[in-house]
């Protein structure tokens, strides 16, 4: 991930892994015998990582907005950035994440589990759209995919700009206009 990251998808080569591993050369292509090979494990890994992250960001959005809490925007917008700095945290999965979508063939299996359909996608989906439901927020499901493009669209330009600042006020925004 951290050649991806760093390199971009071309430089992704068995021989490569191996010298970052620190392991014989050769010792890569026993676990994955071709690139393709490599890929997926790469993309399960990285699926597997999201995975985790989702399922902490959807219990901290449940803690925070209870079934039955109204909407507070800035609270709301906050929980948001604060789950979206944890998945910054490690930004190399991010960009790795990123070149991957871009370079994978969209027919490819492997892309899917970092794409729209995966199952961290749904779970943050889920959650989303039940809080905005609970907030009254008409048409619920169509402002959580918005809400989660505008995330992704943050997360991506942060791994472009390489900057930390605060995505709070931006989704502090989007939210007050919906709402």
């Known amino acids: 991930m951290r050649i991806i ?11 490569a ?3 970052a591993a620190g392991i014989a050369e050769g010792g890569t292509s026993y676990y994955a015998r071709t690139r393709h090979a490599l890929l997926e494990l790469i993309v399960e890994e990285l699926a597997a990582r999201s995975i985790a992250d989702a399922e902490n960001g959807v219990r901290t959005l449940r803690d925070q ?16 950035s604060e789950l979206m700095d944890s998945l910054w945290s490690r930004s190399d999965d991010m960009r790795a994440r990123y070149a991957l979508l871009l370079e994978l063939d969209p027919l490819d299996p492997i892309r899917e589990r970092l794409a729209q359909r995966s199952d961290v ?3 943050m989906f889920d959650e989303t759209c039940s809080i905005l439901q609970r907030a009254e927020i008409r048409n619920a499901p169509v402002r959580a995919i918005e809400l989660l493009a505008l995330a992704d669209a943050l997360l991506m330009r942060r791994a472009v700009t390489q900057t930390d600042a ?3 006020p931006i989704l502090e925004g989007y939210l007050r206009g919906i709402a």
């Open 5 to 15: 990251a760093s390199q971009g998808l071309r430089a992704l080569t068995h021989r």
């Open 65 to 80: 907005f209870p079934g039955g809490s109204s909407l507070d925007v800035e609270v709301l917008a906050h929980a948001i």
């Open 121 to 123: 996608r749904q779970a």
């Open 166 to 168: 605060s995505d709070a």
């Open 17 to 19: 892994v191996d010298g």
